[in-house]
């Protein structure tokens, strides 16, 4: 088992579109450089799971006092399962602690239980590094024939749904829904999403209310509880546009201007990037697929496809830069040279 120790937020294989023998056109604090896919978009351990302490774990589920049983219920077999490496760890240190209390203990079992003990601690360590990181690869790995439909201008698969079969059943099952989770996931899962977050929320643990939660906001680390906090609102933000029946559009680009991305490559063009403070209440999620195809989910469009005038795709390319954590990304230099 070998930890991943180099994260992506920005999944390779979606890099790869805008890249030449893996190399991709970038742009860092006003800096243009070429760098490998690998290199970009990721972070050492960024996935790795973070430990809840009871006060944290008490905060996150104030937000599920009022939810439907089922939801409370499936909430907390999602926290179980996340936070299931910790308890592994923690379950091997008293194993360890037992064993050093066993009498009569010859050199050599002393030898082999302590060998045992070290591999079980690595196998959890992968674990803990691993987890979310190989459940994100799974879901890339499915979204691949979606991206390339996609790319082939082919968005049957999300129109193929049994809308009446949904509502009944429910929308778990269908590619609709796991589409839109996925671009949900690829809007909430990066770096800049991370960091926006805390920024806004960190103001509410000085909120004159926030003494009455009976929770001291000094045992309150927002980084531990991103993860889950973005894990429900990806969920929520999926099956809300499902239950809308939220309009696709693939948008066509055979001007001299290709699309550019960036490492938050999934934006809502409703929202102000540039002040957070300026909250919005609409959801049009932008996503550009390659330089040359983009889609749009929860547009006014009534056409499933749009072939875009030059002033369309600048206008686009200037979202994606408005909203940029730390780099933007095009196949080559001088659309670079642009928008800097």
Request: glycine content about 2%; some cysteine.
């Amino acid at each position: 088992m070998e930890k991943k120790r180099r994260q992506h937020y920005v999944f390779q294989a979606y890099l790869t579109s805008w890249a030449t023998n893996q190399q991709v056109w970038c742009c860092r604090d006003g800096n243009i450089f070429k760098s490998n896919t690998i290199n970009i978009a990721q972070e050492r351990d960024f996935y790795r799971i973070k430990p809840l302490n009871d006060y944290e774990l008490k905060f996150f589920l104030l937000f599920h006092k009022k939810s439907h049983p089922d939801v409370r219920k499936a909430m907390l077999d999602h926290i179980n399962t996340y936070l299931s490496p910790l308890e592994w760890q923690k379950h091997i240190e008293q194993l360890e602690a037992l064993s050093q209390l066993m009498p009569n203990k010859s050199k050599d079992q002393s030898f082999e239980i302590e060998k045992i003990i070290v591999d079980l601690k690595n196998k959890v360590d992968v674990s803990i590094n691993n987890l979310m990181e190989d459940y994100l690869s799974d879901i890339e790995g499915e979204s691949m024939k979606w991206i390339a439909s996609l790319k082939e201008s082919d968005c049957t698969f999300y129109y193929s749904s049994n809308d009446e079969k949904a509502k009944t059943q429910g929308y778990y099952d269908d590619d609709r829904f796991n589409f839109l989770y996925f671009v949900s996931i690829q809007y909430f899962r990066t770096k800049a999403l991370k960091e926006r977050w805390i920024t806004n929320f960190k103001p509410a643990l000085s909120h004159p209310q926030w003494n009455s939660l009976g929770i001291p906001k000094e045992h309150i680390c927002l980084e531990n509880l991103h993860s889950l906090f973005m894990w429900e609102f990806q969920n929520a933000c999926a099956y809300g546009l499902r239950k809308k029946n939220a309009h696709l559009t693939i948008l066509t680009n055979k001007t001299s201007i290709p699309f550019i991305t960036s490492d938050q490559p999934v934006i809502n063009l409703r929202a102000d990037y540039q002040d957070l403070s300026n909250e919005t209440t609409e959801l049009v999620f932008y996503y550009p697929i390659t330089p040359n195809i983009a889609i749009t989910i929860n547009d006014e469009n009534t056409e499933d496809r749009a072939n875009l005038s030059l002033q369309e795709v600048e206008y686009y390319n200037k979202a994606i830069v408005k909203s940029s954590h730390q780099n933007i990304f095009a196949s080559n230099v001088e659309v670079i040279n642009r928008y800097i």
